[in-house]
T-cell receptor, first 113, second 112 residues
Framework: DPKIIQKPKYLVAVTGSEKILICEQY?????MYWYRQSAKKPLEFMFS???????DNQTASSRFQPQSSKKNHLDLQITALKPDDSATYFC????????????FGHGTKLSVL | SQLAEENSWALSVHEGESVTVNCSYK?????LQWYRQKSGKGPAQLIL?????REKRNGRLRATLDTSSQSSSLSITATRCEDTAVYFC????????????FGKGTSLTVIP
């Protein structure tokens, strides 16, 4: 029974379009994150949120916009999609920012054609 | 630049054998963590070893940390087929667990 739900599991998009990746966590955590995993690259930290506030942004492009409508939601909007955006996007959470352990969802695999 | 890096791209062992995955990192750390990612799943934490610790065990897993050489190892004894996964080391780069930086991972295959 997954406690971090990411939707959809697979996503195909055309170049230039916009997509929203959904993440909900049911662990009662206060901090949520987005990571990206591209082929043959390290798992890359993108954003961290704590109590629905953006704490850290290490994504250079403004095309990536996290959205937190509730404490246990952190969606990721990606605009003007490019083929290089193809990757698996992982949502993660921790009890609080600065907690020792991250819990990851199963990921959304995005393919941009 | 990559702050943590596993030293092998891929390893394979036969079931029952032991295996060690190595990691090097570039900055001071609060702690180093080992994660495992099975196919189609997100990473899951295996062991956290703090900068003032030299060794940590969790069942068949043993992690070591050498802060002088900025390196760590994860050993798995009596490997099982279900240990087949990608193993990552991750550091917080001394941010007090504010952010985590992962290596590219070592793909381990356990052969029945």
């Amino acid at each position: 029974d997954p406690k971090i739900i990411q939707k959809p599991k697979y996503l195909v998009a055309v170049t230039g379009s916009e997509k929203i990746l959904i993440c909900e966590q049911y662990l009662g955590h206060n901090a949520m994150y987005w990571y990206r995993q591209s082929a043959k690259k390290p798992l890359e930290f993108m954003f961290s949120y704590s109590y629905q506030k953006l704490m850290d942004n290490q994504t250079a492009s403004s095309r990536f916009q996290p959205q937190s409508s509730k404490k246990n939601h952190l969606d990721l909007q990606i605009t003007a999609l490019k083929p290089d955006d193809s990757a698996t996007y992982f949502c993660a959470s921790s009890q609080d920012r600065g907690a020792e352990r991250l819990f990851f969802g199963h990921g959304t695999k995005l393919s941009v054609l | 630049s990559q702050l943590a890096e596993e030293n092998s791209w891929a390893l394979s062992v036969h079931e029952g054998e032991s295996v060690t995955v190595n990691c090097s990192y570039k900055t001071s750390i609060t702690a180093l963590q080992w994660y495992r990612q099975k196919s189609g799943k997100g990473p899951a934490q295996l062991i956290l070893i703090r900068s003032n610790e030299r060794e940590k065990r969790n069942g068949r897993l043993r992690a070591t940390l050498d802060t002088s050489s900025q390196s760590s190892s994860l050993s798995i004894t009596a490997t099982r087929c279900e240990d087949t996964a990608v193993y990552f080391c991750a550091t917080d780069a001394d941010t007090g667990y504010q952010n985590f930086y992962f290596g590219k991972g070592t793909s381990l295959t356990v052969i029945p």
